[in-house]
């Protein structure tokens, strides 16, 4: 797409011709993620939400609100409602937000930021209606009940023979709780994301800042235990979407709190995922595959580096950087290799991404939080080009 070229250059140096001519092909652009997504949009079933399309034959995945990824098709949609101002986009995001409802008193699970903060959290924003709000102050509650004082994280799995596994995902869900503290005054919420912030970068990270997935603590000590990986190659290797999960959240952290010590990780794990870009700007799938270049991409490992790419480029003073990388991975996704057009790939946008190569799940397919977080870096670029 020529929006993607011409963003490479620096934004401060657009003239009003080109800022036309940008917005006139991000309304292209738009229009085309709209028409494929409605082809997902008929396929969703009256009680639950796409999670995935790993079945070229037809067979989608649907999921209800037990499902970590169950916010993010309602996210995607009140995305696309900002870019088109269309009705439809606003009210089928209003049907599979109030699809979750109940979700926010969900005990047995970390990711409620992912699950409400995606949905109500937008769907709060974008229409300031109170009571999306008191879901995510709910769901805020709810989730620090998973706080252990002693390990100082939120615990994330109860499966397992782990005692307390703590993986680098769970950073992603910090926001919904500083947000909760912000909205409440209430400093419970930002002291629990802090302390989870603080015990995870001095716990998961290596000397190369890289993460490991999984940290296992010990309940009455609070000390690690066990360091190893779940849905990467190996224990050692550095799982690609990990990698992205642990750059976006302290971005993230940077942003709420200002501390150095946030933008200092953030920079250096974002030097580590630009060292193991590939020449296309698409991650595979864990770093050190031996079978690469031919090992399987994450494009959603991808999207979601990109959009915390935009976010750390109005936080540091290495901005351009970050802004660089950033357009680059957007023109990769949005070219025909990994965006799909036509009502192919299931109606959802994001090619090639992988869920948990060593189950052999979702691997090479469309999932939805690659769509969600493609979207969302979308807005940011939109954002920083206003």
């Not at 963003?7 to 652009?29: H, M, P, R, W």
């Not at 779940?230 to 642990?246: I, K, N, V, Y």
């Not at 799940?361 to 690659?370: G, K, P, T």
Request: net charge negative; aromatic share 14%.
């Amino acid at each position: 797409m020529k929006i993607f070229i011409i963003l490479l250059a620096v934004i401060g140096f657009y003239s009003c011709s080109v800022n036309k001519e940008i917005q006139t092909d991000f309304s292209e652009l738009t229009s085309e993620l709209s028409e494929q997504m409605k082809v997902l949009v008929r396929e969703i079933p009256d009680d639950k939400v796409p999670r995935s399309y790993p079945d070229e034959n037809g067979g989608y995945w649907m999921v209800g609100n037990n499902d970590w990824t169950c916010g993010f098709p309602a996210g995607s949609f009140w995305f696309l409602y900002e870019f088109t101002n269309d009705e439809f986009w606003k009210n089928t995001a209003l049907e599979n937000t109030v699809k979750l409802e109940g979700v926010q008193y969900r005990t047995n699970t970390h990711d409620l930021g992912f699950m409400v903060f995606c949905s109500y959290g937008n769907a709060y924003r974008i229409t300031g209606n109170e009571q999306y709000k008191e879901v995510i102050i709910e769901a805020s509650e709810t989730l620090i009940e998973r706080f252990n004082p002693i390990t100082g994280v939120i615990r994330s799995w109860d499966f397992g023979t782990w005692q307390y596994p703590v993986i680098v995902d769970n950073m992603m869900n910090l926001e919904m709780l500083f947000w909760a503290s912000e909205e409440t005054g209430d400093e419970k919420f930002r002291k629990v994301a802090l302390s989870h912030a603080d015990v995870t970068l001095e716990n998961h990270y290596r000397d190369d800042w890289s993460s490991v997935h999984v940290v296992d603590y010990d309940t009455l000590t609070g000390e690690p235990v066990i360091k190893q990986t779940h849905q990467g190659l190996s224990d050692e290797s550095a799982w690609a979407r990990g990698q992205a999960w642990g750059f976006y959240g302290y971005t993230m952290c940077y942003r709420e709190t200002g501390d150095e010590r946030y933008l200092e990780a953030a920079e250096n794990i974002g030097n580590f995922l630009l060292e193991n870009l590939p020449e296309d700007n698409v991650f595979f799938w864990d770093f050190n595959d031996p079978n690469i270049p031919d090992a399987p991409r994450d494009a959603s490992a991808a999207a979601i580096t990109a959009s915390a790419l935009y976010d750390l480029s109005t936080l540091s003073d290495q901005g351009d950087t970050w802004l660089k990388a950033a357009n680059q991975i957007m023109e990769s996704l949005t070219s025909d290799k990994y965006r799909a057009t036509g009502g192919s790939n299931g109606g959802f946008i994001v090619k090639h991404s992988v869920g948990n190569l060593p189950s052999s799940s979702e691997v090479d397919v469309a999932i939805n939080y690659a769509d969600y977080y493609y979207l969302e870096a979308l807005k940011r670029q939109q954002e920083l080009l206003k």
